[in-house]
T-cell receptor, first 113, second 109 residues
């Protein structure tokens, strides 16, 4: 079975540009999580969807960040405009109903110059 | 604020020895606990979950849970160089996972 799929795997962009990260959760999973990981701050939860509905977005740093989940098999995380401090690895994870275990995608390594 | 705390390390252990990783959590309501392993440049992968007080063994790995002390540990027996990684501890809280900062483990040949 395919795991969580993320694209792109690497993104290099210039400050001020829009960045869109994509995630396809494991088929049948009904919860999706976006995380950001840096050396300084570790793994931070940005937003959590359940059945395509955002449940907790308290970790979204500011209005430059937005996330959508238009259907059960696709989610996006958008940063507009991007800043150098957004440079990090962004992970998407999904979880099946009734279980706590989260399964991570390979991540998107973002570098904002 | 709900927290999971781990010693950041690095923890250096000789090959073949037992590696012991520890974690404490603050939310007494937490019922499920997880150990994830993360190799450099890779994503976290689940290696153990534990839900009841006591020990749970899976191959060379043993997870230990003490809810009274709010303490979780992971023992790795017969440590191998391939066990060198960062180990993340997580506890469930309000349908999410609260993550520790991770302990970097180095197995010396």
């Amino acid at each position: 079975d395919a795991g969580v799929i993320q694209s792109p795997r690497h993104e290099v962009t210039e400050m001020g540009q829009e960045v869109t990260l994509r995630c396809k959760p494991i088929s049948g999973h009904n919860s999706l999580f976006w995380y950001r990981q840096t050396m300084m701050r570790g793994l931070e939860l940005l937003i959590y969807f359940n059945n395509n509905v955002p449940i907790d977005d308290s970790g979204m740093p500011e209005d430059r960040f937005s996330a959508k989940m238009p259907n059960a098999s696709f989610s996006t995380l958008k940063i507009q405009p991007s800043e150098p401090r957004d440079s990090a690895v962004y992970f998407c994870a999904s979880r099946g109903q009734g279980v706590e275990t989260q399964y991570f995608g390979p991540g998107t390594r973002l570098l904002v110059l | 604020q709900k927290e999971v705390e781990q010693n950041s390390g690095p923890l250096s252990v000789p090959e073949g020895a037992i590696a012991s990783l520890n974690c404490t959590y603050s939310d007494r309501v937490s019922q499920s606990f997880f150990w994830y392993r993360q190799y450099s440049g890779k994503s976290p992968e689940l290696i153990m979950s534990i839900y009841s007080n006591g020990d749970k063994e899976d191959g060379r790995f043993t997870a230990q849970l003490n809810k009274a002390s709010q303490y979780v540990s992971l023992l790795i027996r017969d440590s191998q160089p391939s066990d060198s990684a960062t180990y993340l501890c997580a506890a469930d809280s309000n349908y999410q996972l609260i993550w520790g900062a991770g302990t970097k483990l180095i197995i010396k040949p």
